[in-house]
């Protein structure tokens, strides 16, 4: 059972240029999230989907932007990468219930350096 | 908003020791706690979710509790072992317009020395 998948692992980007993270899950959840965790802090949410073509946004979306085309697979992109954006980047999925109380699942992460 | 501490961030048991390890939230109007596991450089694992009417969840050697009142959860690990190090993650998800969101604590860095 794969759960969520993220691919890459690691990345080296300059700045300026940009990027797609990529995640996919076989659980069939609705509900997606990009996260970001840094050094010493909590992980914070970038962007959410609660379904197929519908994207809202987090506590920290400034930089990024989503898309949600299918059930499975929620694509973070970097435009014009920042040193600020150095950080590991979580992707979660879960089902919705109704009254909220949903499980979460995340991916291994993607470690990206921004020089 | 939302805060989740936890205390202390890091902790360090002999083998074989039960220890406890807590997480306060300001705001008691949530649908549940999580308790993640995080091993250095990889992604973060379920251990137990406590729904709000819950008071305590159990898996294996693991048993958290929740007093939502108070505002704290605690992870109780019994007869630590070497392969319990890691780092242990709570996380709240509130009830209201952030129900979408998971607010984390930083995390208690746990080591169980041999």
């Known amino acids: 059972n794969a759960g969520v998948t993220q691919t890459p692992k690691f990345r080296i980007l300059k700045i300026g240029q940009s990027m797609t993270l990529q995640c996919t899950q076989d659980m069939n959840h609705n509900y997606m999230y990009w996260y970001r965790q840094d050094p010493g802090m909590g992980l914070k949410l970038i962007y959410y989907?609660?379904?197929?073509?519908?994207?809202d946004k987090g506590e920290v979306p400034n930089g990024y932007n989503v898309s949600r085309s299918t059930t499975e697979d929620f694509p973070l992109r970097l435009e014009l990468a920042a040193p600020s954006q150095t950080s590991v980047y979580f992707c979660?999925?879960?089902?919705?219930?109704?009254?909220?109380?949903?499980?979460?699942?995340f991916g291994q992460g993607t470690r990206l350096t921004v020089v | 908003k939302q805060e989740v501490t936890q205390i202390p961030a890091a902790l360090s048991v002999p083998e074989g020791e039960n220890l406890v390890l807590n997480c306060s939230f300001t705001?008691?109007?949530?649908?549940?706690l999580q308790w993640f596991r995080q091993d250095p450089g990889k992604g973060l694992t379920s251990l137990l979710l406590?729904?709000?009417?819950?008071r305590e969840q159990t898996s294996g050697r693991l048993n958290a509790s929740l007093d939502k009142s108070s505002g704290r959860s605690t992870l109780y690990i019994a007869a630590s072992q070497p392969g319990d190090s890691a780092t242990y993650l709570c996380?709240?998800?509130?009830?209201?317009?952030?129900?979408?969101?998971?607010?984390f604590g930083t995390g208690t860095r746990l080591t169980v020395i041999p």
């Open positions: 989907s609660v379904g197929a073509g519908i994207t």
């Open positions: 406590i729904q709000s009417s819950q």
């Open positions: 705001d008691s109007a949530i649908y549940n």
């Open positions: 996380a709240v998800r509130p009830r209201d317009t952030g129900a979408n969101n998971l607010f």
């Open positions: 979660a999925s879960s089902r919705f219930m109704g009254t909220g109380n949903t499980e979460a699942f």
